[in-house]
């Protein structure tokens, strides 16, 4: 059989084939294997944009605040935290960037325990939760605790176990290395760094959607993340976070706003945040940035965050063989296990920057990660083996 023939035959028997029908077409892409930068839309988000400027903002105007925007950031946090993150309703909110999020958290969380000196944080972590780290810790006067880590991996519970103690404020993790793809063990190390009486804030961007979460039930206390992966929000669409029901009360985020306060619309002197979750939201909700990761997080409803799963962990495995077979010249750079991998695989050879340009011109779009990685983010619902290995052709062609 030859190897078109075997990606032919998996997406034959592939249960979720069909729904790639459901998403936009773009004119010339032959590959795109860069869901996990930015996914592809929805035809349904078309339609709801469409209908949403024409009828309920055009048609409703400023009376649209009343009847549902101003609840929808809670309203879709509900739908997303039942459908992908194993959450009980009145602990997710949709608004800012993850940057800012990560912002409001740490802090947070750093305030929560007073005397204490460290923050710990993944030295290979993404930049945004490094930086967010660095700047918190510069202005509480706090000293950062690197983990060093194996580049084809991530965190383990005995990294994470040397770093904590009794001197450790607060810990940023991610629960998929953007890089390695390395999915961490999340209910090990939240217990670890609990038992040192420290809170992590969970970096989610490049699990949610795709792998199965279980805040509630894994003891979660903090956790933010994208929506313009693979929940597929559109660029820029604003991020989640999650904080416990248990823990809203003692927390204070810094982002004093007034629609995060107890009652915005008596114009009143001084703060007071509102109860629970929507505390935590600052400004104007960003509506129409909310409109298209309803629909997706509507069909990974439908279709069970486990099928999605299931399809993920089977598309990383051919590109892993496909690598094997075609590239032998580049290493790979993410764990081999699937039960340690999320929906993305980095392989690195000197030579890759220079042929990005080709394949973006041949209708191969994966993402390229300096100094030497290409990495292929494979979303299940609307990416097909044969794409995958119409893409790792293209690259070992070109090479
Ligand atoms: C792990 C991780 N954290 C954070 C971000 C980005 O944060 P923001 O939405 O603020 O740009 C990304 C973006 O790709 C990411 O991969």
């Known amino acids: 059989m030859t190897p078109l023939a075997r990606s032919a035959e998996l997406d034959g028997v592939d249960p979720l084939a069909p729904h790639r029908d459901l998403f936009v077409r773009a004119p010339g892409v032959v590959a795109y294997l860069d869901g996990n930068s930015l996914g592809r839309p929805l035809e349904a988000s078309v339609h709801r944009v469409e209908r949403f400027l024409g009828e309920e903002w055009g048609g409703r105007l400023i009376r649209g605040w009343d009847e549902g925007w101003l609840d929808l950031p809670l309203r879709v946090g509900?739908?997303?935290?039942?459908?992908?993150?194993?959450?009980?309703?009145?602990?997710?909110?949709?608004?800012?960037?993850?940057?800012?999020?990560?912002?409001?958290?740490?802090?947070?969380?750093?305030?929560?325990?007073?005397?204490?000196?460290?923050?710990?944080?993944?030295?290979?972590?993404f930049p945004t939760d490094r930086y967010v780290v660095e700047g918190v810790a510069r202005d509480r006067g706090l000293s950062i605790r690197w983990i060093d880590t194996d580049a084809a991996a991530g965190v383990t519970p005995q990294l994470l176990a040397d770093a904590v103690g009794p001197n450790t404020a607060a810990v940023v993790l991610s629960h998929v290395s953007y890089r390695s793809g390395y999915l961490a063990d999340m209910p090990a190390l939240t217990g670890i760094a609990r038992e040192a009486g420290a809170l992590v804030v969970w970096d989610l961007c490049h699990s949610v959607g795709v792998v199965p979460v279980r805040l509630d039930a894994w003891g979660v206390d903090l956790a933010v993340g994208c929506t313009y992966k693979y929940l597929g929000g559109g660029p820029g669409s604003p991020a989640f976070l999650y904080v416990r029901s248990g823990m809203q009360g003692e927390l204070r985020q810094p982002v004093q706003g007034w629609l995060g306060s107890a009652r915005p619309f008596e114009m009143a002197q001084g703060y007071e945040p509102a109860a629970g979750i929507r505390a935590f939201l600052s400004g104007?909700?960003?509506?129409?940035?909310?409109?298209?990761?309803?629909?997706?997080?509507?069909?990974?409803?439908?279709?069970?965050?486990?099928?999605?799963?299931?399809?993920?962990v089977a598309l990383t495995e051919f590109a892993i063989q496909l690598v094997d077979e075609l590239l032998p010249q580049a290493a790979l750079a993410s764990p081999r296990d699937p039960a340690q991998r999320g929906s993305h695989i980095t392989v690195d050879h000197a030579d890759f920057e220079s042929l990005m340009p080709g394949l973006w011109a041949a209708g191969v779009i994966p993402d390229f990660r300096r100094p030497r990685g290409i990495r292929l983010g494979l979303s299940p619902m609307s990416t097909s083996f044969s794409e995958v290995e119409v893409g790792v052709r293209a690259i070992a062609e070109l090479l």
Do not use: C, F, N, W
């Open 78 to 125: 509900d739908e997303l935290a039942r459908v992908a993150l194993g959450a009980e309703p009145g602990q997710v909110a949709i608004g800012d960037s993850t940057t800012v999020l990560l912002y409001k958290l740490v802090h947070a969380a750093v305030e929560a325990r007073p005397g204490r000196t460290e923050l710990v944080v993944d030295r290979a972590d």
């Open 284 to 312: 104007t909700p960003p509506i129409v940035g909310m409109l298209a990761m309803r629909d997706m997080i509507a069909l990974i409803g439908e279709v069970g965050i486990d099928a999605v799963r299931a399809k993920s």
